[in-house]
């Protein structure tokens, strides 16, 4: 190696360093707002498919096991049984759930670049902060996000989709006009199949970004027309169909006892238990990238018009088919999950709008141009004061009303006189509401924490995610960031030369802080690892005794190895399989008969205290459970039981404001079969 080459090399070096450092803040950063919390949400269910094809004579006895219509459709099950067996279940959860986040971003980050391409590192790095920090929600319940932190298969799923449209957008193969060849459509086919197997529900952006960019308008309109009849004579025939719980045709229908079920006890298919806040969160991703449309062209253009076909019809499906129709498969497909695109495009649209408008102040600040750009800052930034209102009321509607009437009327050939004053006054106040809607969320949480038992827990970097508050400095560095190719930034952001340092501090505070499990979320993942130490408790009970244990998830599998009896999460999958959805239903009224109305949680077996007249009802049913499992302070002193010491303390948060937080550190264990009082007829 020649000397020149040796003394380029730290300049080279130097430059790649730069190069890459915007890409490894914005991953480090992502990962620092998604801090691994454990098996929680639809992990535990995932989990449970695990431990139940590993014990099926015992945890695989649980109803939710028992009565599977959901598993089969995902090799995920599979693939973490696969990785359990390999490294441990725990660590195969949490391998999998970041292995899932390092793709998502990647995948991001590939179709972001395939949008705007001449858009430099850093921009693009705040565009896709901005996009993932902002509001993740979609559809119902406001309880399901786009690139989750947890072991499931949507994030893997919605990763893959996201590499198929950035393939469709391929500026050097794809040029407007040119066609695709056909390592492209192999690659993309590949990539929307490998997504099906893992997710078939989160496939459909994909498959309309094809439809819509890979065939002529007149083949285009061929396909959508012939989807659209065949989806019409299917609802048309289950419309007139007979109903029954032993009909399993292509148009078969929710029978009366089933579709009772799902509406007394809710369910995120049906879209007509969605709230209001739900529906604005809609209308305004929507809207969103409606009114940004006009700032793209060419194949992004035609990809925002397929994200916004494919939601639109997903949503009318969803409703046609589940709340007018009752079709049982169509409910099951719940075709409103196309919405994760939208929720991921909206804000890209939105962040796009304000560089545009911010390179039009520069200008045409002059009149007559003046007022109008002046009017669309105030619609801006209504349009962003609805964003964070999402959260809080479905009177982000109405804003959302009042910022597209601005933004129409300064888009109009209309003259328009708006002074300076009057325009920053309205930006001020537009501003201090969205300060105050961050600082009361922030409010909020650090109420109820300030109440936490254990004091460290009220300064670890989960309760800040919780908070709101890092979110929200990520999204003011994002903005900053994604409008540096504006001069006015330009001249003032010189971030060149501190940036690899930069990169290299937050990527190793990132894996400081990437597991923030609680204590007894530790324990309780490391149980999976190692046989149980609790079998003192059973006393010789059978593999299958069922487990009735109060607030429960994951604690009757993992740590007495036992089908759990009832549950909120039995019954997460109940639209998927009639019988499942009865048994729970069954279990659930007959909780309700001993609960106290306030006590008792939608989609929730729950008791609030366990005595002697609770337990005689509950054992002494045909079907009830084999052992009863409660915190110490919630069984009456005339219970005989065994107690269960936890390896850590568990904290429940307050049911009502300003409530203690539940501390448990031992259970009591009651067994219905052994006890004189509580045994069962046979």
């Given at each position: 190696m020649s000397p020149q080459v040796l003394s380029s090399l730290p300049s080279r070096m130097l430059d790649r360093a730069n190069a890459w450092s915007p890409f490894v803040i914005a991953l480090s950063v992502f990962l620092l707002l998604r801090p691994y919390d454990g098996i929680v949400h639809d992990a535990r269910l995932y989990v449970g498919y695990v431990l139940a094809a590993w014990d099926p004579q015992g945890v695989g006895q649980?109803?939710?096991?028992?009565?599977?219509?959901?598993?089969?459709?995902?090799?995920?099950?599979?693939?973490?049984?696969?990785?359990g067996r390999t490294i441990g279940l725990a660590k195969g959860a949490m391998v999998l759930s970041m292995t899932a986040l390092l793709l998502w971003f990647s995948a991001a980050w590939r179709l972001v670049w395939a949008m705007f391409p001449a858009m430099g590192t850093t921009v693009r790095a705040g565009l896709l902060l901005w996009a993932t920090s902002l509001h993740t929600l979609y559809g119902g319940a406001s309880t399901i996000h786009f690139a989750e932190n947890f072991a499931a298969p949507r994030p893997m799923a919605e990763a893959l989709v996201l590499l198929a449209m950035a393939e469709l957008l391929q500026p050097k193969l794809a040029r407007q006009g040119a066609s695709y060849s056909l390592r492209q459509l192999g690659v993309v086919g590949l990539l929307i199949a490998l997504a099906a197997a893992i997710h078939p529900l989160m496939i459909v952006p994909g498959l309309a970004a094809f439809v819509w960019l890979v065939p002529t308008a007149r083949w285009r309109a061929l396909l959508a027309g012939s989807g659209a009849v065949v989806l019409a004579l299917v609802l048309c025939v289950s419309g007139f169909s007979p109903q029954g719980p032993d009909t399993g045709s292509l148009f078969a229908t929710f029978d009366a006892v089933w579709l009772e079920i799902l509406v007394r006890r809710g369910s995120i298919a049906l879209l007509s238990q969605w709230s209001g806040v739900d529906w604005a969160r809609i209308a305004l991703q929507f809207a969103t990238l409606l009114l940004a449309r006009p700032t793209v062209s060419g194949r992004v253009r035609a990809l925002w018009d397929a994200t916004l076909v494919a939601g639109v019809a997903g949503v009318l499906l969803?409703?046609?088919?589940?709340?007018?129709?009752?079709?049982?498969?169509?409910?099951?497909?719940?075709?409103?999950?196309?919405?994760?695109?939208?929720?991921?495009?909206?804000?890209?649209?939105?962040?796009?709008?304000?560089?545009?408008?911010?390179?039009?102040?520069?200008?045409?600040?002059?009149?007559?141009?003046?007022?109008?750009?002046?009017?669309?800052?105030?619609?801006?930034?209504?349009?962003?004061?609805?964003?964070?209102?999402?959260?809080?009321?479905?009177?982000?509607?109405?804003?959302?009303?009042?910022?597209?009437?601005?933004?129409g009327v300064a888009r109009s050939n209309l003259s328009i006189a708006l002074g300076d004053r009057t325009v920053r006054v309205g930006l001020g106040l537009i501003?201090?509401?969205?300060?105050?809607?961050?600082?009361?969320?922030?409010?909020?949480?650090?109420?109820?924490?300030?109440?936490?038992?254990?004091?460290?827990?009220?300064?670890?970097?989960?309760?800040?995610?919780?908070?709101?508050?890092?979110?929200?400095?990520?999204?003011?560095?994002?903005?900053?960031?994604a409008c540096i190719g504006a001069r006015p930034v330009r001249a003032v952001v010189r971030m060149a030369k501190p940036m690899p340092a930069l990169a290299v501090m937050v990527a190793v505070l990132c894996v400081l802080a990437l597991d923030q499990r609680t204590m007894y979320a530790k324990w309780l993942d490391a149980q999976t690892e190692r046989p149980s130490t609790l079998n003192h408790v059973l006393q010789n009970a059978s593999s299958s005794a069922t487990v009735f244990w109060l607030d429960a998830d994951t604690e009757p599998w993992v740590l007495l190895n036992r089908p759990a009896w009832g549950g909120g999460l039995q019954g997460t999958p109940k639209v998927f399989d009639r019988a499942l959805a009865v048994v729970w239903e069954e279990r659930a009224q007959l909780t309700d008969k001993v609960t106290h109305p306030t006590w008792a949680r939608r989609n929730d077996l729950a008791l609030e205290t366990v005595n002697a007249a609770t337990l005689r009802t509950i054992c002494d049913w045909p079907s009830g459970p084999d052992m009863v499992v409660a915190p110490l302070d919630r069984i009456g002193a005339d219970v005989p039981r065994d107690t269960m010491r936890t390896g850590a303390p568990r904290y429940l948060p307050p049911s009502v404001r300003k409530g203690p937080w539940q501390v448990i550190t031992?259970?009591?264990?009651?067994?219905?079969?052994?006890?004189?009082?509580f045994r069962r007829e046979s």
């Open positions: 649980d109803i939710v096991f028992v009565h599977d219509g959901q598993s089969g459709y995902s090799i995920y099950p599979a693939l973490l049984n696969l990785v969803s409703w046609l088919a589940t709340d007018v129709i009752h079709h049982r498969l169509l409910t099951q497909i719940q075709p409103w999950r196309v919405l994760w695109a939208v929720a991921f495009m909206a804000p890209i649209a939105l962040l796009m709008q304000f560089r545009g408008l911010w390179e039009r102040s520069i200008t045409s600040a002059r009149p007559p141009e003046g007022g109008p750009i002046r009017l669309e800052r105030l619609a801006m930034a209504l349009l962003l004061l609805a964003w964070f209102m999402l959260e809080v009321s479905g009177a982000a509607l109405w804003v959302l009303v009042g910022a597209a009437m601005l933004l501003g201090m509401l969205v300060v105050l809607l961050i600082v009361l969320r922030a409010f909020v949480v650090w109420e109820v924490y300030a109440s936490h038992p254990d004091a460290l827990s009220r300064w670890v970097w989960r309760t800040w995610v919780t908070s709101g508050l890092p979110n929200a400095a990520v999204l003011i560095v994002a903005l900053l960031a031992a259970y009591g264990v009651v067994r219905c079969a052994e006890r004189a009082g």
